[in-house]
């Protein structure tokens, strides 16, 4: 039965002017609570705006926005000329069976599966072993958070209107001269399109010159996720073999002799999962072999902001004829901060911003501001200096840490987060172990696009000062028998 009689404000309540509370969300806060002591039980009518404000001793606006604060959390509806009134509760959801922050052991070890563990709540597990991001404490989220306020301050009919197709172009100007002081001839207008990161750049390329049947090579190992995306689009995946020195140029001849590929996919610089950066020979190969072949190289430079300087890059020998550089900002700023940016020659930029069009229509202007704002305001730099020096002490420490174990890192990196490392077993069966214990590691199955069994484990440097991590490491991997 609908209550329609309206109650006041409950005896003692008052605002509280000086509180860190505005006094909107202490009057919402003090009306919810009521609810939800069912103190206000459904169908009760709240009284009305008039009649809260002069009992609250506040004003209109303040009852009208905590009204409205009410309805959006669903314990109030509005009836248009009667008023509001204290919405029926649904009956509670059920619990799943993975509770928040486990992990779910899996049959097989699998793309989808790794990706799910990667986005749970792990910060309630403490054992961040797995996933490719840094923690936010050794990021520098108040330089994010004092972007934001900057641009919410300085832009007003910017933010409830499209962005430019091909980005925001003060962005897309930082993003030139920061990759022309890298000695790649980037123009704002005629060869830079924003994206939605990394992963985002990467599929608009894949869409536009992949048809299905196409032969597409990619590195192995390499990173897991644009196997699946490849394999949507109908490609035949090949992988190259890829060591310290760089890609098989022997092998990734004869694939390309042998199956006529539209894409070579690679990450030159800080190369996921191992770490290492490709010498200049190793490029100049590569190079030479698309040539031949008429085929195009996409660089991967998502981690290469880890490395300390002078790698040399695929797109800076090419000038950009054949090579599509793609790049992102989430991993140094913000994982949320969907932003990333695809360089190359002016009819495949216009190409690829037309794909973006009809796929998105426009580009996320909020978060390419911020993203300017932090890198025109020159606090860049700085802390990518910060963030790499914080990443390689991780790295040394925890080498040190993993051959302690028994684990063999047949090729130490020089830089990035990942350690590349041999556990002597099979690194799936060992990755199935690792859930049961509230653990999320990477098999090198996964780092393949054959699926081959594998010893290999891709460790994040991120753990390296989480105890938990480290004692469920020694208990899953006993030192092997001499």
């Not at 933010?159 to 980005?167: A, E, M």
């Not at 190369?271 to 490029?283: D, L, R, V």
């Not at 426009?362 to 978060?367: D, H, R, V």
């Amino acid at each position: 039965m609908t209550v329609t009689s309206s109650l006041p404000a409950r005896a003692g309540w008052h605002p509280v002017r000086e509180a860190d509370a505005t006094l909107v969300a202490q009057l919402a806060d003090d009306l919810a609570r009521r609810i939800d002591d069912q103190g206000l039980r459904p169908g009760t009518r709240l009284p009305s705006i008039r009649k809260m404000a002069e009992q609250s001793g506040v004003s209109r606006f303040t009852v009208v926005e905590a009204y409205d604060r009410l309805v959006a959390r669903g314990l109030v509806q509005s009836r248009r000329g009667a008023g509001f009134f204290v919405r029926a509760r649904s009956a509670p959801l059920a619990p799943t069976g993975t509770p928040p922050g486990a992990i779910e052991t899996p049959a097989r070890i699998d793309i989808a599966w790794l990706l799910r563990s990667m986005f749970r709540d792990s910060a309630t597990s403490g054992m961040p072993g797995g996933a490719g991001l840094l923690p936010p404490d050794w990021l520098d989220p108040e330089m994010v958070a004092g972007a934001v306020r900057a641009v919410g301050r300085s832009v007003r009919s910017q933010l409830v209107s499209y962005g430019h197709p091909q980005g925001y172009g003060q962005l897309r100007q930082q993003i030139a001269f920061m990759l022309q002081e890298q000695g790649l001839p980037a123009h704002p207008d005629r060869n830079l399109l924003t994206t939605n990161g990394v992963t985002h750049g990467l599929d608009l390329v894949a869409r536009h010159l992949v048809q299905p049947g196409d032969t597409v090579l990619v590195e192995d190992p390499a990173w897991f996720v644009i196997f699946g995306r490849l394999a949507a689009f109908g490609a035949r995946v090949i992988g190259v073999p890829r060591g310290p020195g760089g890609s098989d140029i022997a092998l990734l001849e004869q694939y390309a002799a042998e199956h006529k590929p539209k894409l070579f996919i690679v990450n030159s610089s800080v190369h996921n999962p191992t770490g290492h950066t490709m010498p200049a020979g190793a490029a100049y190969d590569i190079l030479r072999v698309a040539e031949r072949h008429d085929f195009m190289v996409v660089e991967d430079d998502t981690y290469g902001e880890l490395h300390p300087g002078g790698a040399t890059r695929l797109a800076e020998l090419d000038r950009f004829h054949r090579v599509v550089l793609v790049g992102g900002f989430s991993k140094m700023l913000a994982a949320s901060l969907r932003v990333g940016y695809v360089a190359a020659n002016e009819q495949l930029v216009q190409k690829l911003a037309d794909l973006k069009m009809l796929a998105g229509l426009t580009s996320c202007e909020l978060g390419e501001r911020v993203v300017h704002r932090v890198l025109a305001d020159g606090q860049y730099r700085r802390h990518i200096e910060r963030v790499r020096a914080r990443v390689d002490d991780a790295r040394a420490r925890c080498m040190k840490g993993l051959l302690k174990l028994g684990l063999t890192v047949p090729h130490e990196p020089p830089s990035g987060m990942f350690l590349w490392a041999d556990c002597g077993r099979d690194s799936e069966a060992v990755a199935r172990e690792a859930a049961d214990r509230g653990m999320l590691l990477a098999p090198g199955t996964l780092f393949s696009p054959a699926q081959a069994p594998s010893t290999m484990l891709r460790f994040s440097v991120t753990m390296v000062d989480s105890a938990p991590m480290w004692r469920e490491l020694a208990a899953l991997l006993p030192p092997r028998a001499a």
